[in-house]
């Protein structure tokens, strides 16, 4: 049976079923396109004529827009539609083709705001991942390099101390790992690198770098009684290079003390300003130090820094306000002469858990344990019995007359006590010539012995000065006794001022001719007038000649007054000194400078007697009560009746000095109390005698002791501090000190104050004037202090009931 002949017929609409991408439909009307219309129909843009938005087909998907006609079939001449297949999957198909053309419709009629933002790309993520790794990176390879400089470079060449050679910065600890010293080492050496030292050039245990023609470095350790000392030395290699190191001295890294005498004295050291400058001695009102200096300062955090004395130090002290303490080792034409081609720098630093132990084991440069039982009951006299110091303004007010009538008026009163006379330079004609000037001291003989027998002391001052025109000069000039000129011809004296002498010579104490000489000269003045012992005035480094040159080669100019009170102290007897760099042998005081009648004045004896007393001179001869600058002691009238100026300092600055100077080591009178002619002055000044007779007297006798706290380099006025280190209030206090252990002094030293702030330390207190009980470790806010009272407080067992 042949099989029916089929034939397909398709219908007229079958072209809207094509597949292709570049078909499209018309949203609003319908009809043809041209074909150059269908890029831009496709890319959905407008046609400018007809406004019709021509939206592209779906893409790779069968349209669902007008389903297909089925086809007719025929099979023996009947007809038949090819109906398709209405499976559920065709169904589905067609669902979803008209969802998505709904989809598309909407789009277009909805605002273009609340469309829906395209996301972003991964490719924003990855750039994201990539940036954030990168400046990872650059954190590590930062915080890498900055620890390899700070901790690795950093190296701990001995214990406690760690010191970075690239940025040379030096960091000391304690035991508790506590960072105590920062310095900043090798100012001058700019960025550099540091080489290890080679085999010659390097010291037994010792750490050597260097840096290339400029500087070598050395630094050991070693350890003292408890405490870690670490020495540093910079050897220059070069003359432009002067080696510097400076240390921070801000207040994190504790308060620091000693030095010296500075201009406006601070307490502490780091509150005042010091431009760089020979650590020599001077005078404050012209140089940057006083009369006394050390080459010694302690920190409150138990540090000790010390300096060789072959160092030509230079010092500053927050010099443009930088709070950095800085030495330097430097060579000029007066301080340091006498060195090699080029400076080293050499000192050394030490640490302690107790501050106080510390200080005792470094200061003394000398052992006091030396001092015979004679040297004691000296000290014992000057400490206990007033000093009655005579300054008239020129020799001619200066007779054997006046210093006998002075006698008579200390002699008025009962409680003034005897004691030392101490006649200055002025009873020789001229300085250096070593002998009374018989024309004001014609019986002087008889009238010493008298004083004597009223129970005084005779002290005259001396000088290693020699007028030209002293009877003496010619014959020191003869022998080469006194210091050249610097130069070939050895012969020709370097000639000075001192004072009120315009021109003179020094005597040369390394020369050792000059040392029996000047005892020779001096031997008559004990023989014939018996004069008891000597004071010192040997100046400054700056009253030398400025082209000094000695037979032997000092270190520095001050060296001078160590030499000269060595060789002197054995020969005759000595008690007192105006300057110094080491303490002297025997019952020697040092004493503070001239200082001028003003409140400022006052306030910086304080700080001065303590700042003497932590850098090694505990017996200090604080100066007269009330000031030395009047311009006259006496006038003369024509019956040669001598009486005091009227010219007197201020009465209460007086009144308050007196009562200072109570508990001072010594008490030193120019003007007495009576020449005021008020009651008050005199009722206050026998009250402080015998304030110090019951109260400060025993203590001085248990201080003087052997191996007592003297021996033990315990100063006799202690800062607040050396009672309780561990109190920080105690560090910056300046106008409160102890008398040993047992005493705290607060004087009153601001005019017209009738009442003070008073700090009182850890422990039990009774007060001096009212005789109430207290705690310590607290403050006295407004504590009342009228004007002939002076506020102290005495210690009291811990255990005292209140």
């Known amino acids: 049976m042949d099989s029916p002949d089929l034939q397909l017929t398709p219908d007229s609409s079958q072209n809207g079923g094509d597949l292709s991408d570049s078909s499209f439909t018309d949203v609003e009307g319908e009809g043809d396109e041209d074909d150059d219309d269908q890029n831009d129909e496709a890319s959905g843009f407008s046609d400018g004529e007809s406004g019709i938005v021509k939206v592209p087909l779906r893409n790779a998907r069968r349209k669902s827009v007008m389903p297909k006609s089925a086809p007719v079939i025929k099979v023996n001449d009947i007809e038949y539609l090819d109906v398709p297949d209405h499976s559920p999957g065709n169904s589905i198909t067609s669902i979803n083709s008209i969802a998505s053309l709904l989809k598309e419709k909407l789009a277009l009629t909805l605002p273009a705001v609340v469309k829906k933002p395209p996301k972003r790309s991964n490719e924003y993520k990855l750039h994201a991942f990539v940036g954030l790794l990168f400046l990872c990176i650059v954190f590590l390879v930062g915080f890498a390099y900055v620890f390899y400089h700070q901790q690795v470079l950093q190296r701990a060449y001995f214990p406690k101390i760690r010191f970075n050679n690239k940025d040379r910065v030096v960091r000391i600890y304690n035991e508790k790992d506590n960072e105590v010293l920062v310095g900043f080492l090798g100012q001058d050496l700019g960025h550099d690198t540091a080489f290890a030292c080679l085999p010659r050039d390097q010291i037994q245990e010792a750490a050597c770098m260097e840096w290339m023609h400029k500087a070598r470095l050395y630094m050991s350790y070693k350890e003292y009684e408890g405490s870690k000392c670490y020495r540093i030395i910079w050897t220059s290699l070069s003359e432009d290079l002067a080696p510097t190191d400076c240390y921070d001295w801000t207040s994190e890294y504790g308060h620091w003390y000693g030095g010296g005498q500075t201009p406006n004295m601070q307490w502490p050291v780091e509150r005042g300003e010091i431009k760089m400058a020979p650590f020599i001695t001077g005078d404050t009102s012209k140089h940057q130090w006083g009369n006394v200096v050390k080459r010694y300062f302690i920190n409150s955090n ?7 004395p072959s160092t030509p130090l230079y010092i500053s002290i927050n010099e443009t306000y930088s709070k950095k303490f800085c030495l330097q080792a430097k060579h000029d034409n007066f301080s340091y002469v006498y060195h090699r081609p080029l400076p080293t720098l050499n000192y050394t630093i030490c640490t302690s858990e107790n501050i106080t132990s510390l200080h005792q084991s470094r200061i003394y440069d000398r052992p006091v344990s030396t001092l015979s039982l004679k040297d004691r009951e000296m000290i014992d006299k000057l400490m206990t019995e007033p000093i009655w110091h005579i300054i008239p303004s020129n020799s001619s007010e200066l007779t054997e007359k006046n210093i006998f009538n002075y006698s008579e008026d200390v002699l008025k009163y009962k409680f003034l006590k005897h004691g030392h006379i101490l006649i200055n330079e002025f009873w020789q004609e001229n300085i250096g010539d070593f002998v009374l000037d018989n024309s004001r001291f014609p019986k002087m003989n008889d009238t010493i012995d008298i004083l004597h027998r009223r129970g005084f002391r005779i002290i005259f001052s001396i000088q290693p000065f020699i007028s030209t025109e002293a009877v003496t000069f010619k014959e020191a000039v003869r022998n080469e006794l006194l210091v050249s000129q610097r130069g070939p011809d050895h012969y020709i004296p370097s000639l000075t001022r001192y004072k009120s002498v ?23 003045l004990m023989d014939n007038y018996a004069v008891d012992c000597f004071y ?33 102290s054995s020969k005759i007897d000595i008690v007192g000194v105006s300057s110094a760099i080491t303490r002297p042998n025997g019952p020697v005081f040092v004493s503070l400078p001239p200082y001028p009648s003003t409140w400022e004045s006052l306030q910086s004896v304080i700080a001065s007697v303590l700042t003497y007393g932590i850098i ?26 001598e009486k005091m100026d009227e010219t007197l300092p201020d009465k209460e600055l007086y009144m308050r000095w007196l009562q200072l100077s109570a508990f001072l080591p010594a008490m030193s009178f120019s003007y007495l109390p009576q020449k005021y002619g008020d009651e008050k002055v005199i009722n206050l000044a026998e009250s402080i005698s015998n304030l110090r007779e019951t109260l400060v007297n025993p203590i001085v006798k248990e201080y003087l002791k052997a191996y007592g706290p003297l021996d033990e380099g315990l100063p006799f006025n202690r800062p607040l501090w050396m009672l309780d280190p561990k109190d920080p209030i105690c560090h910056t206090i300046v106008d409160e000190f ?32 009212d005789g109430s009980l207290m705690k310590g470790s607290r403050w006295l806010h407004h504590h009342p202090v009228e004007e002939d009272k002076i506020a102290y407080f005495v210690r009291m067992p811990d255990d005292t009931r209140f």
Request: charged share 25%.
């Open 738 to 769: 102890s008398v040993g252990e047992e005493l705290i002094v607060a004087p009153v030293i601001t005019k017209d104050a009738r009442e003070r702030e008073i700090y009182l330390p850890a422990g039990v207190w009774r007060d001096g004037i």
């Open 302 to 308: 138990g540090v000790v820094l010390f300096v060789d």
């Open 536 to 568: 010192v005035d040997i100046g400054s480094a700056y009253d030398l000649p400025f082209y000094y040159e000695f037979e032997d080669a000092l270190a520095n100019p001050d060296e001078y007054k160590t030499v000269f009170m060595d060789s002197m």
């Open 502 to 524: 315009l021109s003179a010579g020094v005597i040369d104490i390394t020369k050792k001719v000059t040392i029996p000489w000047l005892q020779n000269k001096l031997k008559p």
């Open 616 to 641: 090694g001179f505990p017996l200090v001869m604080p100066g007269p009560i009330g000031g030395s600058n009047i311009t006259k002691m006496f006038k003369t009238t024509d019956n040669e009746t």
